[in-house]
């Protein structure tokens, strides 16, 4: 008898909802993206019910084709893991939670239903370049490179550039006359691979800012502040 009263108390727990465990999403909605290291956080708290299993949980962390085992607190109640990814602007994200009932089968769920995307902000450009002028000028001015590296497009191109003054002040406009764009455009941009815009001045003290546009949308124009000056 003591028995069957067990057994109806289990099957009410269970239908009032006893055996569940519950997940809250706790990996931030963005980061910035980190070519170098390629790897983001991702980490969820959790809760369970009475029935479940002290112990027998498990947490993973889906994203398309990817499947991370996390890692648990000393008290399960927070799980931690590290998504591996580079070259994009996003990744899936959706945690698998796995788990078994005191005497009953095991469960599993996800959460969310449908996966939702991290976003990988790309990091600044290169806002300042200054370019040594010492010494006699060369052949064709004085010319140095504006390094740019891309880190959430397999590729980029860089479509056409443009030097333009500071201001419409007429002092800017002359100190930005004599600075020239060298060589021709598209330039590919790989994936992590620093690449470079090559200008050059035929005075010995110049600036203005170097545009660039491409056909990344979070970076379709970029402007460049660029200075010649001898050190």
Known sequence: MSQLIRLTCMAVAVALGGCDVQVHDETPTEYPANHDIGMYEIKAAV??????????????????????????????????????????????????????????????????????????????????????????????????????????????RITAAHIEPLSQDPAEVAAAKPISVVGSFPVDVPCGTPTEVRVASTAQRAHGNLVIDTDHPAVAHWQTKIEFLPK
């Open 47 to 156: 809760t369970r019910d009475a029935l479940v299993t002290p112990g027998s949980v498990f947490m993973f962390a889906l994203g398309g084709k990817e499947r991370v085992e996390l890692s648990p607190n000393r008290d399960g109640s927070e799980w931690h893991g590290l998504y591996s990814v580079r070259c994009r602007s996003s990744f899936p994200l959706q945690f698998l939670a796995v788990w078994k009932l005191q005497g009953l089968a095991t469960k599993q769920k996800l959460e969310p239903p449908q996966p939702r995307e991290v976003k990988l902000i790309e990091p600044p450009l290169t806002r300042a370049v200054s370019i040594d002028t010492a010494g006699k000028m060369p052949k064709g001015g004085w010319e140095g490179g504006v390094p740019y590296r891309i880190a959430t497009a397999p590729n980029t």
